[in-house]
Nanobody, 124 residues
Framework: QVQLVESGGGLVQAGGSLRLTCAAS????????MGWFRQAPGKEREFVVA????????YYAESVKGRFTISRDNVKNTVYLQMNSLKPEDTAVYYC?????????????????WGQGTQVTVSS
């Protein structure tokens, strides 16, 4: 069983930055891939970024490439999402998710554990 707790969300002006943190429990953290998804009001939850268990492979949604960076610390059981040059369309609840395997995927169904989400609001 893996428990995920996100933090770091908030209100920021367009062009600003935020760093989200996902703290994971469980002894298998270093062997599983992690991802971030987001869900805006009235929209489906969408893929943002994912990272393999070792951190050597990352996938980014086109909409965030060059602005967002995912990283992980397998000693601290933590995943980070650095978000720069934020836009109003980035406004959403951001969810951390964990797989049960080491390889990354962009498919929402490929993730077995989810956090409760953290709100990110970008004002124009």
């Amino acid at each position: 069983q893996v428990q995920l707790v996100e933090s770091g969300g908030g209100l920021v002006q367009a062009g600003g930055s935020l760093r989200l943190t996902c703290a994971a429990s469980g002894r298998t953290f270093s062997s599983v891939a992690m991802g971030w998804f987001r869900q805006a009001p009235g929209k489906e939850r969408e893929f943002v970024v994912a990272i393999s268990s070792s951190g050597g492979t990352t996938y980014y949604a086109e909409s965030v490439k060059g602005r967002f960076t995912i990283s992980r610390d397998n000693v601290k059981n933590t995943v980070y999402l650095q978000m720069n040059s934020l836009k109003p369309e980035d406004t959403a609840v951001y969810y951390c998710a964990a797989r049960s395997v080491s390889a990354v995927t962009m498919r929402r169904s490929g993730y077995d554990y989810w956090g409760q989400g953290t709100q990110v609001t970008v004002s124009s």
